[in-house]
């Protein structure tokens, strides 16, 4: 039988945020012989913005608040290969580390204990996968929008779900908060506008 293959839109979940950065491979002997398998980098970095959009000649903006993750829950962080397939390190065995320092989340995942970590570590090596994504969920009312600078800045992170090594880093999805920012502010231009036919009404009808 054959097997059916995911869907951007089944692995990009809508209801999560996804960035993507630059990933390395390392390894170190292990005594008696063999290597211990890791990559390792910045998963992101704080209050440095990023384009995630542009529309009609304006780049819509994010940058992440270095105070994003003082809440965030991150008790079972996992890695793996576009944000699918069988997990190849997880914080909860202790294969996936997690780090905030002043730069921003730094990861680093040991990758030989499975045949698929060691296969994943072999192409990071190689330059065949050089990404790195993660997803989110950022917490109710855990952002801001300034309409003038078209940022959006994250201060509050719900959620950390996983980590992953990807090939393609992904147009769309990216893309996705960006089209949110654009209809959101829309609504507020509409919303002024409503605001000052309302008050011209009134002006008319008293004075």
């Not at 950065?21 to 390792?40: H, K, P, T």
């Not at 995630?52 to 290969?81: C, H, P, T």
Request: proline share 1%; net charge negative; with cysteine.
């Amino acid at each position: 039988m054959t097997k059916k293959l995911k869907t951007t839109d089944e692995i990009f979940r809508k209801d999560r945020d996804y960035r993507f950065f630059e990933i390395e491979a390392r390894s170190a002997d292990i005594e008696g012989g063999g290597e211990e398998l890791y990559v390792e980098g910045y998963a992101l970095t704080f209050n440095e913005p990023t384009v995630l959009w542009e529309y009609d000649g304006i780049e819509y903006k994010e940058q992440i608040d270095a105070r994003a993750f003082a809440e965030a829950d991150m008790s079972d962080v996992i890695f793996n290969y576009n944000h699918g397939g069988k997990v190849v390190a997880r914080t909860r065995n202790q294969t996936l580390s997690l780090t905030i320092d002043n730069r921003g989340l730094y990861i680093r995942a040991r990758l030989d204990g499975t045949d698929e970590g060691r296969k994943l570590y072999q192409e990071i090596r190689g330059g065949y996968i050089d990404r790195m994504s993660f997803s989110w969920v950022t917490a109710p009312n855990g952002s801001e929008y300034d309409a003038t600078t078209h940022m959006r800045t994250v201060r509050k992170v719900k959620k950390l779900y996983d980590v992953s090594a990807v090939d393609i880093p992904a147009y769309d999805t990216t893309s996705i908060s960006a089209r949110s920012l654009v209809a959101a502010e829309e609504e507020i231009k509409q919303a002024a506008q409503t605001a000052e036919k309302r008050k011209r009404l009134l002006l008319k009808t008293f004075c």
